[in-house]
């Protein structure tokens, strides 16, 4: 069964500290995404990878940044963490005409 | 750019009720649309997908076409139950790999 993996499910962050999401796919897809999920807001787009350290900007990304090294990782890092940035963060994988999959998510809350 | 917007909720049924949820889109071009389903505590899997315009998705008693000419993709299944308690997102994707969200709306199915 293909999966994609984000290393926590819970985090708790205090306010400056530099925080990083780690996800990791093994379907060798080419194409990795971060959303975050919002009440009300639904899933925004952060960033995105078509390939190994090749990123794109999505619709929301300041205060974030990534890090593509391996084709099955996809790093998201908060440079400097703030409250407005507790939420859910969702990473995803696809190939091209393929269909999502999703990771189950992990909820960051920043104090 | 293109975008969804999708009926807010919460909504709350009664089990063995008919369930809409509208969602329309503006997209450039001939996107595929998508409902993607939250359980509690899981991730996005995909419900439902089409196409091209007059295609009906259908899974697990759900059912959603593609209207062109109304530009919509509203989802519906005759006879809900409890286990249906979830969030539900539309979604489109153009000619590239991003999808577009809705906000979401959650449903509750009591017994």
């Known amino acids: 069964d293909v999966k994609v993996t984000q290393s926590s499910r819970y985090l708790v962050k205090r306010t400056g500290e530099k925080v990083f999401l780690e996800c990791v796919q093994d379907?060798?897809?080419?194409?990795m995404f971060w959303y975050r999920q919002d009440p009300g807001l639904g899933l925004r787009l952060i960033y995105f990878?078509?390939?190994?350290?090749?990123?794109e900007k999505g619709d929301i990304p300041e205060g974030y940044s990534v890090s593509r090294e391996k084709k099955e990782r996809f790093s998201l890092i908060l440079e400097s963490a703030s409250t407005n940035q507790t939420s859910m963060y969702l990473c995803a994988s696809t190939i091209k005409d393929s269909l999502y999959t999703f990771g189950s998510g992990t909820r960051l809350t920043v104090v | 750019g293109d975008s969804v917007t999708q009926m807010e909720g919460p909504v709350t049924l009664s089990e063995e009720a008919f369930l809409t949820i509208n969602c329309t889109y503006t997209a450039t071009g001939y996107p595929s649309l998508f409902w993607y389903v939250q359980y509690p505590g899981e991730g996005l899997q995909l419900l439902l997908k089409a196409t091209k315009a007059d295609d009906k998705g259908s899974n697990k008693g759900f059912e959603a076409t593609y209207r062109k000419e109304t530009t919509s993709f509203h989802l519906e299944k005759g006879s809900v139950q409890v286990s249906d308690s979830a969030v539900y997102f539309c979604a489109l994707t153009p000619n590239d790999y991003k999808l577009s969200f809705g906000a979401g709306t959650t449903v509750t199915v009591r017994a």
């Open positions: 379907m060798d897809h080419e194409n």
């Open positions: 990878s078509y390939d190994v350290k090749m990123k």
